[in-house]
């Protein structure tokens, strides 16, 4: 079992960043791919970044490549995403996943077993 903690989220300006971080409880961090998905209101749940169990590889969805950073400290429990150049369009609850891997980063939701409460992000314009 693991359980899975956001912060970090809140309101910024266009342009402006934000660094999200996701606690995971448990010993065995180390074994899980990890992911992050948004939910803006009235749209489904979409991938944003995914990140392997030993942190060596990263996967983006195209709207993050280039602006968003994944990262995780296997030694602190920690993955975190920081959100560069924000866009009113980044508006969503944000949420990050785990999931047992020995293979490809996977960007679909129903992959992952453990999900955090979510965080909100808001940008204005």
């Known amino acids: 079992q693991v359980q899975l903690v956001e912060s970090g989220g809140g309101l910024v300006q266009a342009g402006g960043s934000l660094r999200l971080s996701c606690v995971a409880s448990?010993?065995?961090?180390?074994?899980?791919?990890m992911g992050w998905f948004r939910q803006a209101p009235g749209k489904e749940r979409e991938f944003v970044a995914a990140?392997?169990?030993?942190?060596?590889?990263?996967y983006y969805a195209d709207s993050a490549k280039g602006r968003f950073t994944m990262s995780r400290d296997n030694a602190k429990n920690t993955v975190s995403l920081q959100m560069n150049s924000l866009k009113p369009e980044d508006t969503a609850i944000y949420y990050c996943?785990?999931?047992?891997?020995?293979?490809?980063?996977?960007?679909?939701?129903?992959?992952?077993?453990?999900w955090g409460q979510g965080t909100q992000v808001t940008v204005s314009s």
């Open positions: 448990g010993r065995t961090f180390s074994i899980y791919a």
């Open positions: 990140i392997s169990p030993s942190g060596s590889s990263t």
């Open positions: 996943a785990a999931r047992l891997s020995i293979g490809v980063l996977s960007t679909t939701a129903r992959a992952y077993t453990y």
